[in-house]
């Protein structure tokens, strides 16, 4: 049983570039999250949906955005990246909106 | 809100008891508890939820105040294992996710 799976685990995009990181889970959670985790700040929300077609703003959405179109599936995308966006990125889901949060491995982005 | 943890930090020797304190300023519906390893991802610990329960596995347990809006982990007789951060995530009834504390630093020393 695979979880929740991130892709890439790396990368360093040079500053303007855009990219997805990608998130696909197995369980059949209608609720995934992304975060983002600096050091000494903990995790801040970026975005998070309830079930396909349907996504909301988190604390930190500025600079990325979501789509979901499945249930599995749940990418996050970042146009011109900045390297206040360098950063670890979680992805996670819950089969309820209150329960146990299953995170990914997490995605390090490098923004030079 | 972000929710307060404390201490930032405690250093402890194996066998040790240790107690983290959470403590947000919102009423909660509940609070969770994650512990993660260095260069890991947060693994869920417990969740207790309004009504003032404690819950506990192993050697962890935890309490919730409802009415203090605080919730403190407490590890007893701690282990190697132990060591890592721990963090606290407050949710207020919607299905916006949690809220996480900053963390706290444990090293259990032999």
């Known amino acids: 049983n695979a979880g929740v799976t991130q892709t890439p685990k790396f990368r360093i995009l040079k500053i303007g570039q855009s990219m997805t990181l990608q998130c696909t889970q197995d369980m059949n959670h209608n609720y995934m999250y992304w975060y983002r985790q600096d050091p000494g700040m903990g995790l801040k929300l970026i975005y998070y949906?309830?079930?396909?077609?349907?996504?909301d703003k988190g604390e930190v959405p500025n600079g990325y955005n979501v789509s979901r179109s499945t249930t599995e599936d749940f990418p996050l995308r970042l146009e011109l990246a900045a390297p206040s966006q360098t950063s670890v990125y979680f992805c996670?889901?819950?089969?309820?909106?209150?329960?146990?949060?299953?995170f990914g491995e997490g995605s390090r982005l490098t923004v030079l | 809100q972000q929710p307060v943890q404390s201490p930032q930090a405690v250093i402890l020797r194996e066998g040790e008891d240790a107690v983290i304190n959470c403590s947000s300023s919102k009423a909660l519906y509940s609070v969770h508890w994650y512990r993660q390893k260095h260069g890991e991802a947060p693994v869920f610990l417990m969740i207790?939820?309004?009504?003032?329960e404690q819950k506990g596995h192993d050697k962890i347990s935890a309490s919730f105040n409802e009415k203090k809006q605080q919730s403190s982990l407490y590890l007893t007789a701690s282990q190697l294992s132990y060591s890592g951060t721990y963090f606290c995530?407050?949710?207020?009834?919607?299905?916006?996710?949690?809220?996480f504390g900053k963390g706290t630093h444990l090293i259990i020393q032999p």
């Open positions: 995530g407050t949710e207020r009834g919607g299905a916006d996710g949690l809220t």
């Open positions: 996670a889901s819950s089969p309820q909106g209150y329960g146990e949060l299953f």
């Open positions: 207790l939820l309004k009504g003032g």
């Open positions: 949906s309830v079930g396909a077609g349907i996504t």
